[in-house]
């Protein structure tokens, strides 16, 4: 038996592996004849039943491609279908548009990856509407709402995102026992941030009124912790008339800075 040829070296010396032999064809020999006899009379069509056939799915998606944009899509779908490993899937929705099916159906404990897809590959139309509904599956399914609360800020979803991080604010307000202040600031500062308009003036109250009246009532609670620290210009900036009890406090909070200036 003559013995393994050595691998060879490259003009660097580095050692170079000699290249594997190609895998056997899963064409048997009549289903070939049958392949090549297609090819002769240009079906590619034809060629591809078989090549599916005989399960080389390789082989028939090369024969497509020679086939016209119609056959290439037929069998590309063909080919994704009998898939079942699970980054398939992931490739399949890439290559075909089709990322709301690939929210449908991701797998919610990999929900960062989902994102991260939908970030890369999600048309500046389409990527809120996919963040939106993958927040509604986590919301939804696996009841994991501060993962789905982030899927709603990136659909840009104010309300829905708000209505989280008033039921965090509330968690650590009955765990305390009376109003956390620590979270009630943390809230007001991401609302207002959040929830800003760029075009229009930089009032953190501005978009208080369309959030309801829940977040109103937070803001002007706020406003009132404040004012009893002696910052009543600040609390006057978080404190919109957009109910009685904001109206009432902003006059008060007015009404004590007129006078503290006709002090002086």
């Known amino acids: 038996t ?26 048997k020999p009549d289903a070939e004849a049958a392949v090549k006899r297609a090819l002769l009379v240009g079906d590619f069509e034809a060629a591809v039943d078989k090549c599916f056939a005989s399960g080389a799915l ?38 075909t548009n089709d990322l709301a099916t690939l929210v449908e159906e991701a797998d919610l404990k990999s929900w960062e990856e989902t994102l991260a897809i939908l970030s890369t590959y999600g048309t500046s139309d389409e990527f809120p509407k996919l ?44 765990k305390l026992g009376k109003v956390d202040t620590s979270a009630l600031q943390d809230l007001v500062e991401k609302v207002t941030v959040f929830a800003r308009d760029d075009a229009g003036p930089a009032d953190p109250t501005a978009q208080l009124g369309a959030l309801g009246p829940e977040v109103v009532a937070l803001f002007t609670t706020y406003a009132g912790l404040l ?24 006059d008060r909070l007015r009404r004590s800075a007129s006078a503290a200036y006709d002090a002086h």
């Not at 599956?137 to 991080?165: G, H």
């Not at 004012?227 to 109206?247: F, I």
């Open 2 to 27: 003559p013995a393994p040829a050595a691998p060879a070296d490259d003009d660097d010396g580095a050692t170079v592996e000699p290249d594997a032999p190609p895998p056997p064809s899963p064409l």
């Open 58 to 95: 390789a082989d028939a998606l090369l024969l497509a491609s020679c086939g016209g944009a119609d056959l290439w899509e037929r069998t590309r779908t063909r080919y994704f279908d009998k898939q079942r490993r699970p980054f398939l899937k992931v490739v399949r929705a890439i290559m």
């Open 131 to 174: 963040c939106e509904a993958l927040g509604g599956r986590l919301e939804n399914e696996a009841r994991d709402a501060r993962s789905a609360a982030l899927c709603y800020m990136c659909a840009v979803n104010v309300p829905k995102t708000v209505a989280f991080w008033i039921s965090d604010f509330k968690r650590a307000s009955d």
């Open 227 to 250: 004012a009893g620290q002696g910052e009543t210009t600040v609390a006057a900036k978080y404190c919109g008339a957009h109910d009685d009890a904001s109206a009432l406090l902003l």
